[in-house]
Nanobody, 120 residues
Framework: QVQLVESGGGSVQPGGSLRLSCAASGSIFSINAMGWYRQAPGKERELVAA???????NYADSVKGRFTVSRDNAKNTVYLQMNSLKPEDTAVYYCNAKVIATARSHLEVWGQGTLVTVSS
């Protein structure tokens, strides 16, 4: 089994910053891509940012220039630094990882979600 544990959500005023963290643990052989998705009320889940094991990144257009995704491969942890937050960034943010388990099975794992609220 592989688990993802997220932290760092909360409430912030527009223009503020938050940093999300997500640590993977369990029967991990290696992790390919890790990333963050979000789901706002009444909307579908969408990709926010992703990063490969080699450090290549991909961002949603709506967060380019404001959010930065990074990872520590030694700690199996991915981060999302969110700056210049806007009310439309309000959502539940989910960590995602594409994992090769020690049994060599390929898994897609999700975190439990962490709420980010941007409001004055």
């Amino acid at each position: 089994q592989v688990q993802l544990v997220e932290s760092g959500g909360g409430s912030v005023q527009p223009g503020g910053s938050l940093r999300l963290s997500c640590a993977a643990s369990g029967s991990i052989f290696s992790i390919n891509a890790m990333g963050w998705y979000r789901q706002a009320p009444g909307k579908e889940r969408e990709l926010v940012a992703a990063i490969t094991s080699g450090g290549r990144t991909n961002y949603a257009d709506s967060v380019k220039g404001r959010f930065t995704v990074s990872r520590d491969n030694a700690k199996n942890t991915v981060y999302l630094q969110m700056n210049s937050l806007k009310p439309e960034d309000t959502a539940v943010y989910y960590c995602n990882a594409k994992v090769i388990a020690t049994a060599r099975s390929h898994l897609e794992v999700w975190g439990q979600g962490t709420l980010v609220t941007v409001s004055s």
